[in-house]
């Protein structure tokens, strides 16, 4: 997903992240009935860590776009009235 933000390939961006969130909603059950041994646990952290690393990358990233966006609502906004 950051591979594809680096190359301002939004709607690929806007593709995995539905699949990381299908992802997360398996992983959130299996949470539920399987306990992690400590070395698991600390697999997670890192995991969770550099996800939330590239997360962050990917919206300084997609800030200019999502400006272009919102502009281009604005614009819209003002040709329904």
Known sequence: ??????????EQVVR???????????????????????????EKTRIMQRILNNDAQIRYLAE???SHCEQNMDGQRQYLH
Do not use: K, N, Y
């Not at 997903?1 to 939004?10: G, H, N, T, V």
């Not at 699949?19 to 400590?38: D, F, G, K, N, Y």
């Open 1 to 10: 997903m950051l591979d594809a933000a680096r190359s301002e390939d939004w």
């Open 16 to 42: 995995f992240e539905g699949a990381c969130a299908v992802l997360i909603e398996q992983l959130r059950a299996r949470a539920h009935t399987e306990q992690l041994m400590p070395e698991q646990r600390a």
């Open 64 to 66: 200019p776009w999502l």
